[in-house]
C-alpha cells in the first residue's frame, strides 16, 4: 500500500513552527497616561507578565489609537486626571463608539468621590488608587483578556 501524505515537509514544518510559538494572547492593552514614566513603567511591570501593552500620552492619542488598532485592543487602562482631556472624556468617548463594550480600568492619584462614581456609571471593570498593586492589577488584566480559566 503506497504512502500518501496529506501534508508536504515544509507543510510539517510550517505546522510545527505554528504549534511550538508561545500562547500569546492576540489582544494589547493600551494604557492611557500623560504621565511618560508612569505609563512606561506599568507597561514594563505588565510585559513581565507576558501582558502585551500599547501606550498613549492623551485621551486624543488613545482614541487614534483605538480607531487605528480596535481588533487589536483588548482593554483600556487609563489615569483619570489627564491635560488637556481627561479619562472621564475618554471613557465617553469610547462608550458612545463601536467599541462601547471594550473593558476599561481607571486609575488615579487624586480621585474624588464623584469622580469615582462618574466613572463606575459608565461600567468600568475597576477604579484603581495609585500606586497600584501590581499583582492585582496583572491578575485583573489577564482575567479581563482571557489568559486565564
Do not use: Y
Not at 4 to 12: G, M, P, T
Not at 93 to 118: K, W
Amino acid at each position: 500500500m503506497p504512502d500518501h501524505d496529506i501534508l508536504s515537509d515544509a507543510e510539517r514544518e510550517a505546522l510545527s513552527a505554528v504549534m511550538l510559538e508561545p500562547d500569546l494572547p492576540p489582544q494589547r492593552v493600551l494604557i492611557v497616561d500623560d504621565d511618560q514614566d508612569a505609563r512606561e513603567l506599568l507597561a514594563e511591570i505588565l510585559s513581565q507578565d507576558g501582558i502585551r501593552c500599547m501606550t498613549a500620552a492623551s485621551g486624543e492619542a488613545a482614541w487614534a489609537l483605538l480607531k487605528s488598532s480596535s481588533s487589536s485592543i483588548g482593554l483600556l487602562i487609563t489615569d483619570l486626571r489627564m491635560e488637556p482631556s481627561n479619562g472621564l472624556e475618554l471613557i465617553r468617548q469610547v462608550r458612545s463608539s463601536p467599541r462601547a463594550a471594550l473593558p476599561i480600568i481607571v486609575m488615579s492619584g487624586d480621585a474624588e468621590a464623584p469622580d469615582v462614581i462618574d466613572a463606575m456609571h459608565m461600567d468600568v471593570v475597576d477604579f484603581l488608587l495609585k500606586p497600584l498593586d501590581s499583582e492585582k492589577l496583572a491578575r485583573m488584566v489577564k482575567r479581563e483578556l482571557g489568559m486565564v480559566p
